[in-house]
């Protein structure tokens, strides 16, 4: 069974991947996503090097920025 710290960053890396990737997708810059989201865009780049875990509050601000449900 994996170590629950290996899922941890596992899923918090896979999870920095894809709002990088989000986010050159729309061309925006964290200031823009800052602005579409309402999250901090300190807190935007924490998330995107994985200083940070997201909450679910954090996530849903970003997918409605995107446009996006949560489990896409």
């Given at each position: 069974?994996?170590?629950?710290?290996?899922?941890?960053?596992?899923?918090?890396?896979?999870?920095?991947?894809?709002?990088?990737?989000?986010?050159?997708e729309?061309?925006?810059?964290?200031?823009?996503?800052?602005?579409?989201?309402?999250?901090?865009?300190?807190?935007?780049?924490?998330?995107?090097?994985?200083?940070v875990s997201?909450?679910?509050?954090?996530?849903?601000?970003?997918?409605?920025?995107?446009?996006?449900?949560?489990?896409?």
């Amino acid at each position: 069974m994996e170590n629950p710290v290996q899922f941890d960053e596992t899923v918090d890396n896979r999870i920095a991947l894809r709002l990088k990737a989000l986010r050159a997708e729309h061309g925006w810059s964290l200031d823009d996503l800052a602005r579409r989201s309402g999250v901090s865009r300190a807190t935007l780049s924490r998330l995107e090097n994985t200083e940070v875990s997201p909450t679910a509050n954090v996530l849903g601000k970003l997918c409605a920025a995107y446009g996006l449900t949560m489990s896409r």
